[in-house]
């Protein structure tokens, strides 16, 4: 029999069509209606001279023009007459010359394997090629997927499988993965892979660890991505021998510096350390009465004669801390502003608080001109439903790159500082800081398909296309992986699309509308649990949602925690004012009254209760629009896809009745019309206890 299936995989896989299990991402090079001839392709770098990555660029356009036009093209290795122009370093420039040749010109051969990938992608998405002239360079410098693997093989929040990093068999045995990882991330600009997590290991710093990660290095450096690692701090005591990880100690600023001159004999390119110090138990140089400054400089001293860099995180806060925990980082990092090495960027996570379905942008991003400040944003949907779910990201993301921190410009250019956004603060373009980096933390897994939800691939290509130019609009992001990866069909496309970019609010409506927020369930994060207490007042749902008789919302403005004034006075004048703060964030700043009236002239109840019935609408309304697409989508795909709608479906039911079950013993008030009525009471909620999520240790 099995024989039999093997035949027939054989006879299908022949013939082309193989079976759609999404391994490919968006990197389909079936055959493409229309798609114009390209015969010749030249490459040109200023060297002309081959090389692994010239190799790799020449493969990738040799299989992905060969699939999509039905031709194999020539391609030729020529010398740049000078430097391109508005390049840069990882630029590249596409034209197609007079004689029908598609010129690909870099200043780098990583340049040009981008250009290889811009080609493509061109094809892809149905643009002709006609008159092509076009250059394009990446506004920041370091992007960075973040790993959060362990070494066992265990990926913390990982939804889609186990870490694609085979620890036991490298560095000899490679899995042919590897390079379809880099080839994905090439194809997106992406140039810099942490491979572990940011509660770290300090095994990975030992020898034998580090002949593995040369082995991941070498597999990645034709595809132009760097490895980093995350240090953890007390690594002197746990693999060195030293009494004591002081930072300020000459013997453990000694071992840190041959350690990453060891590392650099294994890695010559090793891009540098990501930490999380005093933060979650995690160890860092407060333990020894140093500041996170003293921490990451003497980290950066060891790693700036190889030109590595540190990330140092800001995502800090202390249980025994009594100040509203979404203030801590502000507090703890502002002092240092102007204290850190000039290879030191400190990375921020989007909001303040921990990745939640909304959240204000982070304060820091305004809050420290003399330090190069990297976004940390989260690919895998740890509070959006896990790779259950559909939340596609590109506008969530987007909403924190364009928000203006109006922190003013240094010099003072204008009196207020508006168009100080995020994204520029990050691109450097704000301050003139020649240090950028971008961070994301990444959706992928040994699952077949990557990311668990086939759809969840569109994350990773939005990370690494925001990343690469953050001024692309979510629509257009969308459209573009929507093509590559589905198909051209105007309704098809439109369908997709228009899930896409729906489907982030969509989950805020029926998780947490209206600004609430870390009102899940304890411990893998998934479902509601506005009832949670933890002995840990910082992982209660109560302390952040803080309902009682008279209303809901965390109090954050002047009359409250005042977390309001790490803000910029015009967005403390707005956000702090009950009255003028957008509605999606109200309950975030603000306690607000059961019938406060809302812009709708409901009260707040009835709002809230309707905002979660939307959110079930409009899941409902995603299947309908799903199965509209049967026959155009393959089955494989089609079907996985409506098994998740449908689980999303039913937990958005649940997210509903049981967040509207637990606030209606404060608000005491009947479901407005329009509700569906719950079909258990609130215990039959509480009770829910899902074991063995994946991507969390426990088995709650
Ligand atoms: C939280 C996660 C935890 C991470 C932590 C971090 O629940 O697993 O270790 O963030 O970013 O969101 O350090």
Same mark, same amino acid.
């Given at each position: 029999?099995?024989?039999?299936?093997?035949?027939?995989?054989?006879?299908?896989?022949?013939?082309?069509l193989r079976a759609e299990d999404g391994y490919r991402l968006w990197l389909r090079y079936d055959r493409l209606a229309g798609a114009p001839a390209v015969t010749t392709v030249v490459l040109a770098t200023p060297g002309g001279a081959d090389s692994p990555t010239l190799t790799a660029a020449r493969q990738e356009l040799q299989s992905g023009l060969g699939g999509l036009t039905g031709a194999t093209p020539t391609?030729?290795?020529?010398?740049?007459?000078?430097?391109?122009?508005?390049?840069?370093?990882?630029?590249?420039?596409?034209?197609?010359?007079? #004689?029908?040749?598609?010129?690909?010109?870099?200043?780098?051969?990583?340049?040009?394997?981008?250009?290889?990938?811009? =080609?493509?992608?061109?094809?892809?998405?149905?643009?002709?090629?006609?008159?092509?002239?076009?250059?394009?360079?990446?506004?920041?410098?370091?992007?960075?997927?973040?790993?959060?693997?362990?070494?066992?093989?265990?990926?913390?929040?990982?939804?889609?499988?186990?870490?694609?990093?085979?620890?036991?068999?490298?560095?000899?045995?490679?899995?042919?993965?590897?390079?379809?990882?880099?080839?994905?991330?090439?194809?997106? @600009?992406?140039?810099?892979?942490?491979?572990?997590?940011?509660?770290?290991?300090?095994?990975? =710093?030992?020898?034998?660890?580090?002949?593995?990660?040369?082995?991941?290095?070498?597999?990645?450096?034709?595809?132009?991505?760097?490895?980093?690692? &995350?240090?953890?701090?007390?690594?002197?005591?746990?693999?060195?021998?030293?009494?004591?990880?002081?930072?300020?100690?000459?013997?453990?600023?000694?071992?840190?510096?041959?350690?990453?001159?060891?590392?650099?004999?294994?890695?010559?390119?090793?891009?540098?350390?990501?930490?999380?110090?005093?933060?979650?138990?995690?160890? @860092?140089?407060?333990?020894?009465?140093?500041?996170?400054?003293?921490?990451?400089?003497?980290?950066?001293?060891?790693?700036?004669?190889?030109?590595?860099?540190?990330?140092?995180?800001?995502?800090?806060?202390?249980?025994?801390?009594?100040?509203?925990?979404?203030?801590?980082?502000?507090?703890?990092?502002?002092?240092?502003?102007?204290?850190?090495?000039?290879?030191?960027?400190?990375?921020?996570?989007?909001?303040?608080?921990?990745?939640?379905?909304?959240?204000?942008?982070?304060?820091?991003?305004?809050?420290?001109?003399?330090?190069?400040?990297?976004?940390?944003?989260?690919?895998?949907?740890?509070?959006?439903?896990?790779?259950?779910?559909?939340?596609?990201?590109?506008?969530?993301?987007?909403?924190?790159?364009?928000?203006?921190?109006?922190?003013?410009?240094?010099?003072?250019?204008?009196?207020?500082?508006?168009?100080?956004?995020?994204?520029?603060?990050?691109?450097?373009?704000?301050?003139?800081?020649?240090?950028?980096?971008?961070?994301?933390?990444?959706?992928?897994? &040994?699952?077949?398909?990557?990311?668990?939800?086939?759809?969840?691939?569109?994350?990773?290509?939005?990370?690494?296309?925001?990343?690469?130019?953050? &001024?692309?609009?979510?629509?257009?992001?969308?459209?573009?992986?929507?093509?590559?990866?589905?198909?051209?069909?105007?309704?098809?496309?439109? &369908?997709?699309?228009?899930?896409?970019?729906?489907?982030?609010?969509?989950?805020?409506?029926?998780?947490?509308?209206?600004?609430?927020?870390?009102?899940?369930?304890?411990?893998?994060?998934?479902?509601?649990?506005?009832?949670?207490?933890?002995?840990?007042? #910082?992982?209660?749902?109560?302390?952040?949602?803080?309902?009682?008789?008279?209303?809901?919302?965390?109090?954050?403005?002047?009359?409250?925690?005042?977390?309001?004034?790490?803000?910029?006075?015009?967005?403390?004048?707005?956000?702090?004012?009950?009255?003028?703060?957008?509605?999606?964030?109200?309950?975030?700043?603000?306690?607000?009254?059961?019938?406060?009236?809302?812009?709708?002239?409901?009260?707040?109840?009835?709002?809230?209760?309707?905002?979660?019935?939307?959110?079930?609408?409009?899941?409902?309304?995603?299947?309908?629009?799903?199965?509209?697409?049967?026959?155009?989508?393959?089955?494989?795909?089609?079907?996985?896809?409506?098994?998740?709608?449908?689980?999303?479906?039913?937990?958005?039911?649940?997210?509903?009745?049981?967040?509207?079950?637990?606030?209606?013993?404060?608000?005491?008030?009947? =479901?407005?019309?329009?509700?569906?009525?719950?079909?258990?009471?609130?215990?039959?909620?509480?009770?829910?206890?899902?074991?063995?999520?994946?991507?969390?240790?426990?088995?709650?």
């Open positions: 029999m099995s024989r039999i299936i093997t035949l027939l995989l054989f006879l299908l896989t022949s013939l082309g391609i030729t290795l020529q010398k740049t007459g000078g430097e391109i122009a508005a390049a840069g370093a990882e630029g590249y420039a596409l034209r197609t010359a007079a #004689d029908g040749a598609v010129h690909i010109s870099a200043n780098s051969d990583t340049g040009v394997l981008y250009g290889a990938f811009a =080609l493509l992608r061109h094809l892809q998405t149905g643009r002709s090629l006609e008159k092509l002239d076009l250059t394009s360079a990446p506004r920041i410098s370091r992007r960075i997927l973040n790993h959060w693997d362990n070494l066992n093989g265990f990926i913390e929040r990982g939804y889609a499988g186990f870490s694609l990093w085979q620890w036991f068999y490298l560095p000899g045995i490679r899995d042919p993965r590897y390079r379809d990882y880099a080839r994905a991330c090439a194809s997106l @600009g992406l140039n810099g892979a942490v491979l572990t997590n940011v509660n770290a290991n300090a095994l990975v =710093l030992t020898p034998t660890y580090l002949a593995k990660v040369a082995a991941l290095a070498d597999e990645f450096r034709p595809y132009g991505i760097r490895v980093y690692l &995350t240090a953890r701090f007390s690594a002197p005591l746990e693999i060195g021998g030293l009494k004591t990880a002081d930072p300020l100690d000459p013997a453990v600023a000694a071992w840190w510096k041959a350690k990453v001159d060891e590392i650099y004999r294994h890695v010559p390119d090793f891009g540098g350390f990501v930490v999380k110090a005093n933060s979650e138990g995690q160890p @860092g140089p407060q333990d020894y009465g140093r500041t996170h400054a003293d921490g990451a400089n003497m980290l950066a001293d060891a790693l700036a004669p190889h030109r590595g860099i540190v990330m140092w995180r800001a995502f800090v806060y202390a249980a025994e801390n009594t100040v509203d925990r979404v203030k801590q980082a502000y507090n703890e990092f502002t002092p240092l502003d102007g204290k850190f090495r000039p290879n030191v960027v400190v990375q921020i996570k989007n909001g303040p608080l921990d990745f939640m379905p909304r959240e204000p942008f982070s304060p820091l991003f305004g809050a420290m001109p003399k330090t190069p400040l990297a976004p940390e944003l989260q690919l895998t949907q740890e509070y959006l439903g896990m790779s259950t779910q559909l939340a596609f990201l590109a506008p969530m993301w987007k909403e924190v790159l364009d928000a203006d921190t109006w922190a003013r410009r240094e010099p003072v250019e204008s009196a207020a500082g508006r168009g100080s956004t995020v994204a520029r603060v990050a691109d450097g373009s704000l301050r003139h800081q020649p240090l950028s980096v971008i961070a994301g933390v990444a959706n992928t897994g &040994t699952d077949r398909n990557w990311t668990g939800h086939p759809l969840a691939q569109a994350n990773w290509y939005a990370f690494g296309r925001l990343a690469w130019d953050h &001024t692309l609009s979510s629509e257009a992001i969308a459209d573009e992986w929507t093509r590559m990866t589905f198909g051209h069909d105007a309704k098809l496309v439109q &369908t997709i699309t228009s899930l896409l970019l729906g489907s982030r609010e969509t989950v805020v409506n029926y998780s947490m509308p209206l600004g609430l927020h870390h009102i899940m369930a304890e411990g893998h994060h998934y479902g509601p649990g506005p009832w949670a207490t933890h002995q840990r007042a #910082d992982w209660s749902s109560i302390y952040y949602h803080q309902a009682d008789a008279a209303g809901l919302g965390a109090a954050r403005s002047a009359g409250g925690s005042n977390a309001i004034a790490q803000y910029a006075p015009e967005l403390a004048a707005l956000w702090g004012d009950p009255e003028k703060c957008p509605e999606n964030l109200l309950l975030w700043f603000h306690h607000v009254a059961w019938d406060h009236p809302m812009k709708s002239g409901r009260p707040l109840w009835d709002e809230l209760c309707l905002r979660y019935q939307q959110g079930v609408d409009e899941v409902r309304a995603m299947q309908r629009a799903w199965v509209s697409l049967a026959g155009q989508i393959d089955e494989p795909r089609f079907t996985e896809v409506q098994a998740r709608l449908q689980r999303q479906a039913d937990d958005a039911v649940i997210w509903r009745d049981a967040c509207l079950l637990y606030f209606q013993t404060f608000s005491q008030r009947p =479901l407005p019309a329009g509700v569906e009525p719950p079909a258990h009471d609130l215990d039959y909620y509480k009770a829910i206890k899902l074991r063995y999520a994946p991507g969390h240790p426990s088995d709650y």
